[in-house]
């Protein structure tokens, strides 16, 4: 799902307190931007900022990162996240092929929340559970690897199952619709609601590997 243009989006980005502008200072030092050494768990795609949002407000003792590549989808997060004073949270915009540039080690969790399928084979290494970038999530995990996932594809979560699998994790909490199962304290996406609220069932993961 795309959002229209924000306009302005780059001086919103460029003056939010929650940016951080200059992310490759900080690789393997996140814990003094936090000023603490809580555990870092990081959203990649964060849609409207939601899911974020009410993670960083429900968790104090958690520090949350958002990932976002586009200007028109972090700068409209921005503007509803910027109504609340949340030291445990930062966004920064940067493509994720590049994430370990600027954390290193220092990961604990990894959100994919709904993240764009792209359905043709051509394009498999683009998707967030292939390997390439599976690759790249070993250099910034801290010590165990986990990743959690939600999505409403299915060739998309069949993709990830796969793919995951394949490379050494280890899945619990598999359900092919989330919302009819006895999964507890689940944060649900902007996408997610308007998904659900349509009948779509919502396929959800957890992965690890020590």
Known sequence: M???????????IENSKYIVLNPNEYKGSWNKVFNNDNPIYIEIGIGKGDF?????????????????????VISRAIQKIEEYDLPNLKLIRM?????????????SLIYLNFSDPWPKNRNAKRRLTHERFLKVYDDVFKDKKVIFQKTDNTGLFEFSIESLSD??????????????????DNIMTEYEKKFSSKGIKINRLEAYKD
Do not use: P, Q, T, W
């Open 2 to 12: 795309r959002l229209r243009n924000v306009k302005n989006a780059k001086e919103i």
């Open 52 to 72: 974020i949002l009410n993670n960083a407000l429900k968790y104090k003792n958690i520090n949350f990162i958002g990932i976002e590549m586009m200007d028109s």
């Open 95 to 107: 493509d994720a092929r590049l994430l370990n540039e600027v954390l290193y080690k220092e990961v």
């Open 167 to 184: 490379y050494g994790y280890k899945l619990k909490n598999v359900s092919l619709d989330l919302h009819n199962s006895d999964f507890e």
